[in-house]
């Protein structure tokens, strides 16, 4: 693996929930720690379902968990500068995605990284992402 990678909400739950992805597992465990990074917005949309959940503590500790080998990166002026254009060929295509998902993007793209995410259909319209799903062979 080379690069940097970036986990997005959905990869992250799958972990989470410990649902059966050998695939994810075993490339999580692969990758080196210092390579895969969560975007801010990713923590805040865990955290958020956390909050919501029957069990807030026990989510939020396993979160904790989850993320502590991973850098968290935060949405910077370069992140910006991506979102703005991102956000404006979308529109322009009548194609837009979530602000969530734009932000996720924009964060990948200024870092020049690979998303990784189960969700290829709506990344895939946002030009020069590029983007894996470590849950499919």
Known sequence: MSGLYFLDTNICVYALKGMHQPHLERRMRRGSPKRIKVPAIVEAELRYGAAK????NRTQRAIERLLSPYSSVPFDHACAAHY??????LETKG????PNDLIIAATVLAHGGVLVTHN?????????????DWTQA
Not at 53 to 56: A, L, R, Y
Not at 84 to 89: F, I, L, Q, S
Not at 121 to 131: A, I, K, N, P
Request: aromatic content about 4%; hydrophobic content about 35%; charged content about 25%.
């Open 53 to 56: 959940s029957t069990n807030e």
């Open 84 to 89: 703005a254009r991102v956000c404006r060929e």
């Open 120 to 132: 290829v259909g709506e990344f895939g319209r946002v030009v020069g992402l590029v983007s894996e």
């Open 95 to 98: 194609q837009p995605i979530g």
